[in-house]
């Protein structure tokens, strides 16, 4: 059992990541991931709601109407993450002013839905909790990996430090700004999935 | 209310009744191969379901107004405190511990502005949306006093590429030129229009001219155009919009604050 567990927290971290396996979660992906600090704080921000939503739904499986149950699990993301919005403006307004218009975002992540649909409905709430906070690690870290190439290349800084040297900028270095743009993202997120194959060649598609 | 079921676990005949039949009529079964079939919740029909979504949203709703209504008040001091920083920050104050004792003993006073350009205390509250004050009239002027030199502190707003900015501007006692500025963003683009927030982009601002004695003249220009010149104040890179956004921002309010900025240099 524990094993069990520990696989269902494991897995989605890399073995079966969201978003460069399942492919969700793309279009976030793209969005907050210029900078790491917004990429960080979606990313927890993200792995806190899958878990709480999960939770709920697990709770509910068994009540919820079959033919309903979409509009259940939006209902329930939504509460929650109106619910935290509202927390955070009022215990930590610096967050809630970073996070603006991700937590909006949140409510539209197919990760949550796809979880919820795929996971949630079917087993415990134990074993929820841990698929939900597996899958928003696993979220994040594509996330942090994303945005800790593209702030380097793009800005030369990380976390807003200036980390390449003014020495390297008076011998012609210049930041590339493709890297800001989201296709940029796209392409990294593309660069993942390639290293992410080349080690588990049964996910390759013929 | 429907009896009891009974299912023969041998071939899966369901008997209705108390209790489980003596012998299965299919397969002769005695009655300890019967199990009691366990009633599932039928959640499929249309009653529960309708029944169902009503309670969902009611209870879902009762939560959101308690908890927005339970947290209405520290949110409201978070704001007040949030804008009082932003408005600190226009000033070129960025370091601050207690904001509140800070803002209290560098504002001298929120005015208003009279049609003519003179000011009057603002006796109202203390306000936190300048978007609906500007639109309804009411122009704002924060008077501070930084290292003994009198500052006014005019707030703006405008829209960017995907939604609201805002910022505000400080400027010499004559009005001539920039002392500081502040903006932020709602939903700009990050490490594009979104480094509008940024103190780099911000101190661009400093020193330039406002008006030429009749116009206003600061204006926001693609970056690396602005040179040397007086009153124009490079964008960001690849964000024009964003850039053009805060250009026609500043011309549109300033513009309203034309009289009190002129008749403040004419002194």
Known sequence: MANKNKEILGQPIWGNNPVVVQILGICSALAVTAQLKPAIVMGLSVTVIVALSNVVISLLRKTIPNRIRIIVQLVVVAALVTIVSEILKAFAYDVSVQLSVYIGLIITNCILMGRLEAFAMQNGPKESLLDGIGNGLGYAAILIAVAFVRELLGSGTLFGFQVIPQWCYDHGYMNNGMMLMSPMALILVGCIIWIHRAQFKDLQEK | ?267
């Open chain 2, 1 to 267: 209310m429907a009896a009891k079921e009974f299912k023969c676990t041998v071939c899966g005949y369901v008997h209705k009744g108390d209790k489980a039949p003596d012998v299965c009529p299919l397969c002769q079964a005695p009655a300890s191969k019967f199990e009691p079939v366990k009633k599932e919740l039928n959640t499929n029909g249309n009653v529960y379901t309708v029944v169902y979504a009503a309670v969902m949203v009611i209870i879902v709703a009762f939560l959101l107004v308690f908890v927005s209504d339970s947290l209405k008040e520290r949110q409201q001091v978070n704001v007040i405190q949030d804008t009082y920083k932003q408005i600190l920050y226009s000033l070129n104050i960025r370091e601050i511990g207690d904001v509140s004792a800070t803002y209290n003993s560098t504002i001298e006073g929120d005015y208003l502005l009279n049609s003519n350009g003179s000011l009057k205390k603002n006796d109202g509250e203390f306000c936190t949306s300048y978007k609906t004050e500007f639109k309804n009239g009411r122009l704002h002027v924060f008077k501070a006093v930084v290292n003994g030199e009198t500052k006014y502190v005019i707030p703006v707003n405008g829209l960017g590429l995907w939604g609201d900015i805002w910022g505000y501007v400080a400027l010499n006692e004559d009005c001539k030129t920039v002392y500081g500025t502040y903006f932020s963003h709602a939903s700009e683009t990050p490490g594009l229009g979104g480094e509008l927030a940024q103190q780099y982009v911000q101190e661009r601002f400093i020193g330039k001219k406002v008006h030429d004695g009749s116009d206003i003249t600061l204006t926001v220009v693609k970056f690396g155009q602005a040179k040397n010149d007086e009153s124009k104040v490079d964008g960001m890179t690849g964000a024009t919009i964003t850039s053009n956004g805060v250009n026609s921002m500043l011309r549109t309010v300033l513009e309203a604050y034309k009289p009190f900025i002129l008749s403040n240099s004419n002194k």
